[in-house]
C-alpha cells in the first residue's frame, strides 16, 4: 500500500528557513514523480512543483519558482521541500502527493505558521 | 495561463444525484481529474483521465467531459460525501497543472 508520510507542523519566524519532508513507501520510489502542493487558509490547492526522484529533474510554478526548493533523496525515499527565507504568507498547509500530472495517493500535510 | 472555474457550492438532498461542474477553454481536449477533500484531511483522487475510477472509490462517482464542461457526477449522494471537490487538468502549453477554486458540496 503506497504511503507518503509527512513531517510535523512547524512554527517559524520571517526570515527563517525551513525544510519540511515527504517519506515514501510501498511503491518504487523512482518510478513516480512527486509533487508539492499549497493550500493557504481556508482556500483552495495550488500546484507548486515536481521532481523526478529518478534524476532530481524538477519544475516549478511560476508563482513558487526561486522561493522554494524541491528536493529527493532516493537513498531514503524521501522528497523535501524548504525555503530559505519564510514570510508570513508562507503560512499554510502543504501537502505532498504521488504524481506528475494527476496525483493518486497525497500525504496527510504539514501545517507551517510563519509568524513574528 | 489556462484557467478552471468552478461554482463555489453545490447542495443536494441525500439520494439525489450531484453534479459538480468544471469549465474551462476547449477542456474536452484535456484529461480532467478529481479529488475530493474533507475538512482537516488530505485530498483524495476520486476520478481521473475524465472518467476513470481509481480502486476504491464507490461506482456513484463518475466523471465526464464536454466541449468547454466536464462534470463531476456525485449518484444516491449520502452525507459522508459533503466534502470540497477540486477539479485538476495539466495544461500543456505552460507546463502547469491547474487546479480549480473547488466546490463545497453540502448535503442538505
Known amino acids: 500500500e503506497v504511503h507518503l508520510v509527512q513531517s510535523g507542523a512547524e512554527v517559524k519566524k520571517p526570515g527563517e528557513s525551513l525544510t519540511i519532508s515527504c517519506k515514501a513507501s510501498?511503491?518504487?520510489?523512482?518510478?513516480?514523480?512527486i509533487t508539492w502542493v499549497r493550500q493557504l487558509p481556508g482556500r483552495g490547492l495550488e500546484w507548486m512543483g515536481r521532481?523526478?526522484?529518478?534524476?532530481?529533474?524538477?519544475s516549478y510554478s511560476p508563482s513558487f519558482q526561486g522561493h522554494v526548493f524541491i528536493s529527493t533523496d532516493k537513498t531514503t525515499n524521501t522528497s523535501s521541500l524548504q525555503w530559505r527565507s519564510l514570510k508570513t504568507s508562507d503560512t499554510a498547509i502543504y501537502y505532498c502527493?504521488?504524481?506528475?500530472?494527476?496525483?493518486?495517493?497525497w500525504g496527510p500535510g504539514t501545517l507551517v505558521t510563519v509568524s513574528s | 495561463s489556462y484557467v478552471l472555474t468552478q461554482p463555489p457550492s453545490v447542495s443536494v438532498a441525500p439520494g439525489q444525484t450531484a453534479r459538480v461542474t468544471c469549465g474551462g477553454n476547449?477542456?474536452?481536449?484535456?484529461?480532467v481529474h478529481w479529488y475530493l477533500q474533507k475538512p482537516g484531511q488530505a485530498p483524495v483522487m476520486v476520478v481521473s483521465h475524465n472518467s476513470d475510477r481509481p480502486s476504491g472509490i464507490p461506482e456513484r462517482f463518475s466523471g465526464s467531459n464536454s466541449g468547454n464542461t466536464a462534470t463531476l457526477t456525485i449518484s444516491r449522494v449520502e452525507a459522508g460525501d459533503e466534502a470540497d471537490y477540486y477539479c485538476?487538468?495539466?495544461?500543456?502549453?505552460?507546463?502547469?497543472?491547474?487546479f480549480g477554486g473547488g466546490t463545497k458540496l453540502t448535503v442538505l
Open positions: 521532481i523526478d526522484p529518478t534524476n532530481s529533474y524538477t
Open positions: 510501498g511503491y518504487q520510489f523512482t518510478g513516480n514523480w
Open positions: 476547449n477542456i474536452e481536449n484535456k484529461r
Open positions: 485538476q487538468v495539466w495544461d500543456s502549453s505552460s507546463d502547469l497543472r491547474i
Open positions: 502527493a504521488r504524481g506528475a500530472s494527476w496525483f493518486d495517493a
